[in-house]
């Protein structure tokens, strides 16, 4: 039942392009007991059929700069083998801790977008 929950929670995260694997991996590694090695790898399979979604819906709707989207994409390609690579060789706990890091940042940095924001027009809400 939770891989039910957790993949529907993610799917939804990952549909409005917030990343759901963040959510997943957090999850999995919380609620079903999976190590991170296994959670990220876990989120790599689940990243390809809701990217291929998420690109069709985009396609159709003729929002998708190509320009920028290709040397992104194969820049990202290089960057996931590399970061594979890094993950493999790094030790479950320090993987664990870095990924706590990671999350901490990009919450510090939510906030902060949402407070700014909000001080710049108070009308939005």
Known sequence: ????????LSG????????????LILCLSLFIGMNQHEAQASNLVFFIPTSI????VNIKQKIIKWK???PVTISGII???VGATLSNKTDVN???????YFLLIITIHEIYTIIRKYINDPKEK
Request: charged share 10%.
């Open 1 to 8: 039942m939770w891989e039910v929950l957790i993949g529907i």
């Open 12 to 23: 939804i995260v990952s549909g409005t392009g917030m990343g759901g694997g963040t959510i």
């Open 53 to 56: 979604v998420a690109i069709l």
């Open 68 to 70: 920028v989207a290709l």
């Open 79 to 81: 960057g996931a083998i």
């Open 94 to 100: 320090a993987l664990r801790k870095y990924f706590g």
